[in-house]
């Protein structure tokens, strides 16, 4: 037994060494590339939406955007294969964490962190893949779609409300980690262009945070009304920002600090430890 045991943990380690090779690493980092231009595209359309035109304010408008441009197929699939390995680098920090690190608390939290953060990339992936086979899928209607099958499940209520809670704290701690400036300890040192990025990262990541946050507040309000239809994800919530009282600028300043985030994704293809 614990020979097989040993032969499993060596062959973890293994495929855990292999995924963190050179080129990984290289394709890993284009993955925020693409990131930081759905980013500033959700940004984009969101000012359009600002000025009254149509479009979906989300990551299925944004690559719909990319999709529709010349080239838009191979950039796509692009798209695929670096946030894939995006992904998959996360899940080789989460075996390299669990395999290094000596305190327990610390070890859950950050590996758990990776693993969430794996999950995110590779959902952006698969949405590339959709819409480079042609596809397409709308981010509002799918939210609202599984809003009302899980309404219907045993406690689908308390889980709508727990997620939302969720992505509440969530949105707290994008804008947390942007006000104190702790996203500045994922990349190595910029050099001259410390200062643009510190600004753009402080702007991004509270822009974000807001956004998330009212997306929670979404879905505890679908679950609270027994009407699914609202929520309707990012899309609206940029949405919902944008028909407050004097909401015009409320949603120029998220969409340029979503165009800002953007900027800092590229940026920490670049800077971001590795």
Known sequence: M???SGKANRAVSEAASASRSPALRILARTGYV???LVHILIGVIALQVDRGQGGEADQSGAIASIASKPGGPVLLWAGVVACGALALWMVSEAFYVARTESESKKKLKTAGAAVGKAVVFAFLAFTFAVFASG?????????????ARLMGAPAGVVLLIAAGLAII???AYYAYRGVTRKFMKDLQDPGNGRSAIKWIGTVGYTAKGVVLAVVGVL???AAATADPSKSSGLDGGLKTLGSQPYGVFLLAAIAAGLICYGAYSMARARFGKF
């Open 169 to 171: 704290v969530a949105g």
């Open 135 to 147: 596809g397409s899928k709308n981010s509002g209607q799918s939210a609202s779609d599984f809003t």
């Open 2 to 4: 614990g020979s097989v």
């Open 219 to 221: 879905i505890i309000a």
């Open 34 to 36: 693409f990131i930081g």
